[in-house]
């Protein structure tokens, strides 16, 4: 009814809504861990793999504006991530640190339930409103 239609209007369902700010944040961790602890290896981890998911979301931004599938940018996204909470996942289990390694294997594995949504159940990006149209 009415509760479920609100409900999906407040999940997003492009991938790119997501791996934006998911980008963005863990680009800003790495920084942190920088200017925190002076480590260098978290401003290039952080910096990459950030970086790598906002241009990830750009590109099935961008693929997806031209009415073109975004699969393999959600699935590359998706790749990233997993590796991610992989990585945090096995930080937090020997450090037992909260932030970041806890915190960025927590997102991680919830950004891989919100791909493995839009990758299987939803079949990827609903197409433009303007592609829907012209189906009709």
């Known amino acids: 009814g009415r ?7 407040c ?9 934006l700010p998911f980008g963005a944040v863990v680009a800003t961790l790495g920084v942190l861990g920088f200017v ?9 981890a952080g910096g990459s793999i950030g970086a790598t998911l ?10 997806w504006s031209s009415g073109a599938s975004s ?9 990233v991530t997993a590796t991610l909470a992989f990585a945090m996942g096995k930080k937090y289990m020997e450090s037992s640190a909260i932030f ?3 915190m960025l ?21 609903p197409p433009k409103e ?3 149209a012209k189906s009709d």
């Not at 699969?71 to 790749?79: E, G, R």
């Open 36 to 44: 925190a602890k002076r480590s260098f290896a978290s401003l290039v």
């Open 54 to 63: 906002m241009c990830l979301g750009f590109a099935s931004l961008r693929a």
């Open 71 to 79: 699969l393999p940018w959600t699935a590359a996204s998706a790749a």
């Open 100 to 102: 970041p390694s806890g």
């Open 130 to 132: 303007s592609q829907m």
């Open 11 to 19: 999940v997003p369902r492009h991938d790119f809504c997501m791996t």
């Open 105 to 125: 294997a927590l997102t991680s594995m919830l950004m891989l339930c919100f791909y493995a949504k839009n990758l299987l159940v939803d079949g990827g990006n």
């Open 3 to 9: 509760w479920t239609h609100e409900m999906k209007a």
